[in-house]
């Protein structure tokens, strides 16, 4: 099953979609065993750290999950949002142990530079799945509908940066009571959001399991490029099993990422420079 025309349309409009039972019981039941075996693998079967569990370059070390990734459900869902040519911007397995995480855009715009609908308007995808089940009540994404385009994006927070301080509360409102809808997932669900769009997490709890999917749309500006370097961590030194794998589409994501790690382009200044002194 892949995004439909109308799916595409509600994800530019709103900034996120949610696609119910995306996986069968016995595929997510396998896709948890994975995540679960490499969770323990990473902290030496030892117990969770207080900060939870955070690890990159996730996917990539099981060529089952890998397999999830190129599979229609999921490659072809982002092709259809973001285009030919997309690439791979790396893939997070998460424990949690904070109860909440307060309004943010994991890509924010730029009010005050006469780039920033340029680089509002380049798509990151990301596409989580969560291996537990996410209620209103306890743990699941809420998003802001719109919120991943100007005037709506700059109105909720003028100068957000990503994650600053340890509470974002816009208008004064406590978090929970922010206008929003919230993605209620059980596992096999799959939550594609764009990565511009405001989202929060609350009422979580100590071993909250989900995987994150990160994917672009062809970068065809040095804007593009900048923002991906500012932002992308470790994408442009993809898993070696990915720039050799046997699978075309698993290559074409990844193939051109060291060539364009590799060109020039101006810094990326997400935020005035005084804002940052």
């Not at 990539?60 to 999921?74: G, N, Q, Y």
């Not at 075309?248 to 420079?273: N, Q, S, T």
């Amino acid at each position: 099953r892949m995004v439909t025309r109308e799916q595409k349309q509600q994800f530019d409009t709103f900034g996120y979609l949610h696609l119910k039972q995306l996986f069968s019981k016995h595929e997510i039941a396998t896709i948890t065993q994975e995540a679960d075996d490499i969770f323990a693998e990473e902290r030496q079967c030892g117990e969770l750290a207080k900060g939870g569990q955070n690890s990159s370059q996730f996917v990539e070390k099981r060529e089952s999950l890998t397999k999830a990734v190129e599979d229609d459900r999921i490659y072809g869902s982002a092709e259809s949002i973001l285009g030919a040519g997309f690439i791979w911007a790396g893939s997070e397995g998460h424990i949690t142990t904070n109860s909440e995480h307060q309004w943010h855009p994991d890509r924010p715009g730029r009010r005050d530079r006469s780039d920033n609908e340029e680089e509002l308007a380049y798509t990151r995808l990301k596409i989580n799945l969560y291996l537990d089940l996410v209620t209103k009540e306890k743990g699941c994404l809420r998003v802001i509908p719109g919120s991943h385009r100007m005037p709506l994006h700059g109105e909720i927070e003028p100068d957000v940066r990503h994650q600053i301080g340890p509470t974002v509360a816009p208008f004064g409102l406590p978090g929970p009571e922010m206008p929003s809808v919230p993605l209620e997932s059980e596992p096999g669900d799959a939550i594609l959001f764009n990565q511009s769009i405001w989202h929060a997490i609350f009422n979580g709890w100590a071993g909250r399991r989900y995987i994150a999917l990160k994917f672009a749309a062809k970068p065809v500006t040095d804007v593009h490029l900048a923002s991906l370097r500012y932002y992308g961590g470790d994408m442009f030194s993809p898993h070696p099993s990915w720039l050799h794998s046997k699978s075309a589409r698993i290559r074409g994501m990844v193939a051109d990422l060291p060539v364009l790690a590799a060109k020039e382009v101006p810094a990326f200044l997400p935020f005035r420079e005084e804002k940052l002194k």
